[in-house]
């Protein structure tokens, strides 16, 4: 079948690749003529496990093109998915849908009759039924439908060729049929398919997204009272995930969610249910999010204590910038909140990440990046463990101790080893667990003069 992608972003490159992997004809779109160019030529403009491979390989195979022009689009195919980003609005919690109306108003002025827009943005329900009156004023005869994406940012070609379920509102048999045949391959596997109206679609999305965060906002407040009653929470996530209707997924006490998906989505979702009289039902996501947004406020807290009350000339080391592993998306990312407010707050700051470097600079230039962890840690009076990366799982905690200044660390992601580093002489702290203590000599620096490290010449 020939579509076009339009928005070539996280997921519609990501969408766009796999679609041509199947064997479909595609045409991504964007006003981003540089971007363009550089999918033309087979270069992914995202850090994505697999995708360059498949960019590549579907660029030269000739089944997926790029182009500049909505016409050449409309053009080219009757079936159009949609994209584009729906950040939050910078003077409210809600969505901010210009850029999908933009499309739709642009798109609508070279349709053909019968074509059929499928979006895949995260909209505020209601948004289809909009859409569809708008173009009925505009080309009567084309169809909206909804079909959420539900894509992991570090295996988002997976979540594609291989999805837990197939999501898509529809209005019509014809635009159910369109729909089965593009994801027959993913049908014929046995993946779920849901065929349902438009507006349960796309509260299928920001539904997930918010039991999700939920569950991720509830084990750190757990993990909160733990430390406060002495308690481990890592055993109680552990003990309540056994539970087979809890589940141990997203049950990992830390530093909170972050990214361009779960923070604006709720919100949206909160303020969308305001706007229809069902505020009252989702008041619990506001707690949600605050919990989320106090957990970082918590990690610069615990590492201000545990610098004696100041930062004020002392170095820290941050590992990771991205707002999870396997991606270089620095997006409302905790590790870059944390680790500016360190800096702000009269810290020396040195960050490392694998990949998302680049990124982070443009975000915060007023930081030092490195892509040498020794180099990151290097006379460090603090360690603060920021993204969970597999890389920080092999870092050897006795080398890194003979680096830093001071061998403390904060694993403020839960996921590496405590016993090891304090075998190796780090004292470890993370969110909800008991203080590990250094439990053998480590070889660590002299401490810096006073003078050094309130600012003064040393």
């Known amino acids: 079948m020939r579509m076009t992608v339009i928005g070539t972003g996280y997921v519609g490159t ?69 994209c584009v980003g729906t950040p939050q609005r910078p003077d409210s919690n809600a969505a901010d849908l210009r850029y999908v109306d933009a499309v739709v ?32 004023e505009l080309t009567p005869g084309t169809e909206v439908a909804w079909n959420p994406e539900f894509l992991r940012e570090g295996s988002a070609v997976q979540d594609t060729m291989r999805p837990e379920r197939l999501v898509v509102g529809v209005s019509s048999k014809h635009a159910e049929g369109v729909l089965r045949a593009i994801y027959t391959p993913m049908i014929l596997a046995g993946v779920p398919f849901f065929s349902t109206d438009p507006a349960t679609a796309e509260l299928v999305k920001v539904a997930a997204n918010s039991f999700l965060a939920t569950k991720i906002s509830f084990i750190n407040a757990m993990a909160e009272v733990c430390e406060a009653a002495g308690a481990d929470a890592s055993v109680l996530a552990a003990a309540i995930g056994a539970d087979s209707r809890i589940g141990p997924r997203f049950l990992e006490p830390g530093l909170g969610f972050g990214g361009s998906c779960f923070p604006k ?50 170095r820290i080391a941050v590992l990771g910038a991205a707002f999870k592993p396997g991606s270089d998306d620095v997006r409302d990312s905790p590790a870059l909140v944390v680790a500016a407010a360190l800096q702000e707050q009269g810290a020396t700051v ?92 480590a070889p660590s620096r002299p401490t810096a003069p006073v003078a050094a490290l309130t600012g003064g010449a040393s």
């Open 14 to 82: 990501v969408h766009a690749a796999c679609m041509a992997d199947l064997g479909h004809e595609v045409l991504g779109i964007d006003i981003d003529a540089e971007r363009i160019a550089s999918l033309a030529a087979g270069r992914a403009p995202i850090h994505e496990s697999g995708l360059d491979e498949l960019l590549a390989r579907t660029v030269a195979s000739g089944r997926l093109r790029f182009s500049t022009s909505l016409a050449e689009g409309a053009a080219f195919a009757r079936t159009h998915f949609v």
């Open 105 to 136: 108003d642009s798109l609508a002025l070279h349709l053909r009759p019968g074509s059929l827009i499928v979006g895949k943005s995260t909209v505020p329900v209601g948004t289809a039924a909009r859409l569809s009156e708008r173009l009925a």
């Open 265 to 314: 989505d709720i919100r949206a979702f909160a303020a969308r249910a305001e706007e229809l009289g069902a505020g009252e039902a989702v008041v619990f996501l506001h707690e949600v999010d605050r919990i989320n947004t106090r957990q970082r406020r918590r990690t610069v807290d615990q590492a201000r204590g545990l610098l004696g009350g100041s930062f004020t000339g002392r």
């Open 350 to 441: 040195r960050v490392h990440d694998p990949e998302a470097v680049d990124n982070a600079r443009t975000v915060h230039p007023e930081l030092t990046y490195t892509l040498d962890v020794d180099k990151a840690c290097e006379d460090a009076d603090l360690v603060l463990h920021l993204t969970n990366w597999p890389e920080y799982r092999d870092i050897d905690p006795a080398a890194l101790a003979a680096v830093v200044r001071s061998p403390v660390l904060v694993d403020a992601r839960n996921s590496l080893d405590p016993r090891s580093w304090s075998a190796a002489g780090w004292a470890v702290h993370a969110p909800g667990r008991p203080r590990l203590s250094a439990r053998a000599a």
